[in-house]
Nanobody, 114 residues
Framework: VQLQASGGGLVQAGGSLRLSCVASGSLRSVVSMGWYRQAPGKQRELAAIVTTGGTVIYADSVKGRFTISRETTKNTVYLQMSSLKPEDTAVYYC?????????WGHGTQVTVSS
């Protein structure tokens, strides 16, 4: 499985961004896809994931502001981020969990200015 992420950028507080992640390869083994993020000096943390069964999990810090969705026909997962805060500033990583491994895409920088 390979992951290609896009959509990061610079936005003012209160603004919105949408991240996209396209998966390719052996997709039959994928059980979930989603986004993790890593702020400077902090550990990587979960932002949101969606399972192939449709279960969605959000970090408490993004609930009500971020929405994860998937477009199965395009093998794509989106993260719509609204009401962004400076503390959302981080490198966001697309992630896929398969039956045998965790797969990471390259990071995309999201910077929220106050």
């Amino acid at each position: 499985v390979q992951l290609q992420a896009s959509g990061g950028g610079l936005v003012q507080a209160g603004g919105s961004l949408r991240l996209s992640c396209v998966a390719s390869g052996s997709l039959r083994s994928v059980v979930s896809m989603g986004w993790y993020r890593q702020a400077p000096g902090k550990q990587r943390e979960l932002a949101a994931i969606v399972t192939t069964g449709g279960t969605v999990i959000y970090a408490d810090s993004v609930k009500g502001r971020f929405t994860i969705s998937r477009e199965t026909t395009k093998n794509t997962v989106y993260l719509q981020m609204s009401s962004l805060k400076p503390e959302d500033t981080a490198v966001y990583y697309c992630h896929a969990r398969t039956l045998v491994a965790d797969v990471w895409g390259h990071g995309t920088q999201v910077t929220v200015s106050s």
